[in-house]
Structure formats: C-alpha cells, structure tokens
C-alpha cells in the first residue's frame, strides 16, 4: 500500500500529463491555470487510497480521480466568482487574472472535463460510480444555492448551516471515498461505510476551514482572512455568536452586517471581537472533534484488517492535525 504522499506525487505527475492544450486558447488557459495552483487533492487522495485498501494496481482509477478532481476545481472557480474573491491558493483567481466571462466559459468547459475523465473508468461498476457523480454533482450545486441564499437571510439555523455545507463539501469526499472502495471491489456494506466516513471528514474539514477562515494565517491558508464575515456568510462561527450574543453584541453584529464603508478590515475585526468574547471558537473546535471522532468509528467498521486502514487513518488525521 502507498502513503498519502506517494499517491499524491503520482497523481500530480498524472495530472500535469494531461493535455489541455486547445484551440481557442483564451479558452484552455485558464482551466491549465487552475489545475497549475495545486492545492492538497484530498479528493482524489481519498478516492485513491480507498480503493488501494482494496487493491493495489492504483493507476487504473486516477482517471475516474482525475474527474473528480476536475469536478471540484470546476465548482471552486464559480465560488470564486460567486464570492467575488481575489485569491485562491496564494494566486489570483480567474475572474481577476482574466475576467468574469472566462471564469464562467472556462468553468463549464472543465464540468466537460470532468465527465470526459469519469467516462474513462474501467470495471463493473462504471454505472454505479457515474449514478454516485451525478447525485453528487448535484447535491453540490444545492448547496451552492443554499449558501447564496443564506447570505441575505438573518435566520438560519444551525441544522441548516450544517446541511449546506454537507452538500457542498462533505458529499463529495464521502463520494470519493465510496467510489475507490467501489472500484476496489469492496463490499456495499464496506463502500457504504467509507462514505459516511468521508462524509463526516468533510463536515470536520469544512467546519475547520470556516474556522481557518476568521482565525488563520492568511500565507497559510492561501487567500484573504475574513472572507466569510465580509460576504455575511452564515458560518457554524456566525450563526452561534449571534445565537450567544447580548443584545449589544447582536446590534453589532446586524452594524456589520449592512456596513457599507471602504474599511473591510474594520468589520473582519469587529465581527471577530464578538466571536471572541462570546466562546464560538471553542465551540467549533469541539464539534469538529465529534464529526472526527464518528469518522473514526465508521472506518474502525470497516471489515479490513486495522493495517489495511492505517494510512487512510493517519492521512484523515492529518488534515485535522490531529494525532493519532
């Protein structure tokens, strides 16, 4: 079996190996652009890993990662554009490197893409991994819309929040997760598993990364601290300082939520004061630990042998950095 970072590696070469080099240009480059920024391809990591718990012959379902891979790019490059975002991963995003037109063509062409690679894999089981995209596919377009529509509503509820990022995250870690096992030939019961698995990885990941986004390093995190506060989004982090906040507080909070002015850093740190003065970050951090914790015991589940799951533990921890 290979660690992380040996299929990592591997995949990337494999990526970089694929030929986007078309006429019109104005229309590839950018989509080359995209897949050149790199990011950790938990994705295709996930998808890779379950199925080489299964089976060792991993280069036979980077095609079906490269999809998905693909895929998750395609959704990042909308949500940028949606979010009216500057950087993604360190960069300028497309929309700012070209300009909103390219961003929306050139992500369409890469939803093409996508299902060009997917359409690509091997097996048995190439309807069931195709019917898993599609439902995923379109869970994450569900949860994009629930997001945007969150962003102008001031009664979202925690419930709410936690299933929209479950659509637009979770579902397609645990989608990949379930396709490698698939691939592999794993059990229904096994693939069933690893999905939920991913599922609750997601959730942790995605809770982590609002998180991230209020309390990281920008250098770090590879774009601008504080965009979720400046789009009013209606994170775990949002929805519980208000839920908590005295009634000074919640003016505050409904102060910035309508501020108009050209000082954005001023309302990242006002909205941040209450955060911190109400308890929100604790409080996040401790329900990622649950949703890693369930994650856990539904891969201890699992009907492989504890070193058959090793590596897929340890790599799951690490995006958490937690020690296992």
């Given at each position: 079996m290979k660690s992380a970072s040996q299929i990592q590696e591997l995949f990337e070469e494999y990526l970089r190996s694929l030929d986007y080099s078309h006429e019109p240009d104005e229309l590839y480059a950018p989509i080359r652009y995209v897949l050149s920024?790199?990011?950790?391809?938990?994705?295709?990591?996930?998808l890779i890993m379950a199925y080489n718990m299964y089976a060792d012959d991993i280069e036979s379902v980077f095609t079906t990662a490269a999809g998905m891979e693909i895929f998750h790019n395609f959704t990042l490059l909308h949500d940028d554009l949606m979010d009216k975002a500057d950087m993604r991963r360190g960069?300028?995003?497309?929309?700012?490197?070209?300009?909103?037109?390219?961003a929306i063509l050139s992500g369409d062409?890469?939803?093409?893409?996508?299902?060009r690679y997917l359409a690509l894999t091997k097996g048995p089981g190439f309807e069931k991994i195709l019917d898993l995209a599609n439902e995923t596919f379109t869970g994450i377009m569900e949860g994009q819309q629930y997001d945007m529509e969150f962003e102008t509503r001031d009664d979202v509820t925690e419930q709410e929040y936690i299933e929209m990022i479950r659509l637009k995250t979770s579902v397609l870690i645990a989608a990949?997760?379930?396709?490698?096992?698939?691939?592999?030939?794993?059990?229904?019961?096994?693939?069933?598993?690893?999905y939920d698995f991913g599922e609750k990885i997601g959730l942790a990941f995605?809770?982590?990364?609002?998180?991230?986004?209020?309390?990281?390093?920008?250098?770090?995190?590879?774009?601008?601290?504080?965009?979720d506060i400046l789009c009013n989004k209606k994170t775990y982090l949002y929805i519980n300082a208000y839920r908590l906040a005295d009634s000074r507080q919640r003016r505050e909070l409904d102060r910035w939520a309508v501020y108009g002015g050209n000082d954005p850093d001023s309302k990242i740190a006002g909205v941040r004061a209450i955060y911190d003065a109400v308890g929100v970050k604790a409080l996040s951090e401790k329900l990622i630990g649950s949703y890693?914790?369930?994650?856990?015991?539904?891969?201890?589940?699992?009907?492989?042998?504890?070193?058959?799951?090793?590596?897929?533990?340890?790599?799951?921890?690490?995006?958490?950095?937690?020690?296992?």
């Open positions: 920024l790199g990011g950790k391809r938990i994705r295709p990591t996930f960069k300028a995003t497309v929309h700012k490197k070209w300009n909103e037109n390219a062409g890469m939803l093409v893409l996508a299902y990949c997760a379930q396709m490698g096992a698939m691939a592999g030939g794993a059990s229904e019961s096994d693939s069933r598993l690893l995605q809770l982590q990364d609002d998180l991230l986004d209020v309390y990281g390093d920008a250098a770090v995190f590879g774009k601008k601290i504080g965009g890693f914790d369930e994650a856990m015991g539904l891969l201890d589940n699992v009907s492989l042998p504890a070193g058959r799951k090793s590596l897929l533990r340890e790599y799951a921890g690490s995006l958490l950095n937690r020690v296992l």
